[in-house]
């Protein structure tokens, strides 16, 4: 596989030109190099780009369509990080972390962080 995070602008636009076959469309270095790593997995799995984006497509719908975890109020959450104890309660609002109120578990998880994640990777929360 392809190490294009050491390509230089010119050079993704060449192998974009040479793999895709078309126009680079108006998009950034990152998700230039995410669509040519998707183009060199649809090749290795033998589908055709178009198949491959249908099957990534039919992968998140039925990701979509399974439950969402439910979590009752009154439950307290605990996560580590980075040495440090930190612990959520479920509120009927939403999430009690040191005396405030946050809407969503990544709110907690960017106070806690300072980076944004994706709150239930970060709390653990299966579905």
Not at 56 to 71: C, M, R
Not at 95 to 117: C, E, F, M, P, Q
Request: aromatic residues 12%.
């Amino acid at each position: 596989m392809t190490d294009y995070t050491q390509l230089t602008a010119r050079e993704l636009r060449l192998k974009w030109a040479e793999i895709i076959g078309r126009p680079i469309p108006p998009i950034g270095r990152s998700l230039i190099i995410k669509y040519l790593l998707w183009y060199e997995q649809a090749k290795r799995e033998k589908l055709s780009p178009l198949g491959f984006f249908y099957e990534v497509k039919q992968a998140a719908k039925n990701a979509d369509s399974h439950p969402k975890a439910t979590l009752e109020v009154g439950s307290k959450m605990v996560r580590s990080y980075q040495g440090t104890k930190y612990e959520v309660e479920i509120i009927p609002q939403g999430y009690l972390y040191r005396n405030k109120t946050y809407k969503s578990l990544s709110g907690v998880a960017k106070a806690i962080t300072g980076k944004s994640w994706n709150g239930n990777v970060f709390f653990g929360v299966k579905k």
